[in-house]
């Protein structure tokens, strides 16, 4: 059973940091691309940033570069976010998702993800 558990969330202030985990199990690590994404009230889930396991690409929204970096341990089976300098504006529920892909192929978008977490929740005060 393909399991993917975050943690890590929580409320902090404009400028402040996070590191965000997901830990998954169920399925061959190397052979998928793990992605973070999020969603706002209101608003639909977006990608944040999301790491091949085979080779360690990555891809990161204009909104995050610079900021956020995703990194990943496979003899974990855990991926990383670590958020800096975040803003108001990054607050939403922040779910990590998986899809089995070729090396190097890196989604990015909601609908070719196949496996979700539970979500963590982000606020960032003023």
């Known amino acids: 059973e393909v399991q993917l558990v975050e943690s890590g969330g929580g409320l902090v202030q404009a400028g402040g940091s996070l590191r965000l985990s997901c830990a998954a199990s169920?399925?061959?690590?190397?052979?998928?691309?793990i992605g973070w994404f999020r969603q706002a009230p209101g608003k639909e889930r977006e990608g944040v940033s999301c790491?091949?396991?085979?080779?360690?690409?990555?891809y990161y929204a204009d909104s995050v570069k610079g900021r956020f970096t995703i990194s990943s341990d496979n003899a974990k089976t855990t991926v990383y976010l670590r958020m800096n300098s975040l803003k108001p504006e990054d607050t939403a529920v922040y779910y990590c998702?998986?899809?089995?892909?070729?090396?190097?192929?890196?989604?990015?978008?909601?609908?070719?993800?196949?496996?979700w977490g539970q979500g963590t929740q982000v606020t960032v005060s003023s």
């Open positions: 998702a998986a899809t089995y892909t070729e090396a190097g192929d890196i989604p990015t978008v909601v609908f070719e993800y196949d496996y």
């Open positions: 790491i091949s396991s085979s080779d360690g690409s990555t």
């Open positions: 169920g399925f061959t690590f190397d052979d998928y691309a």
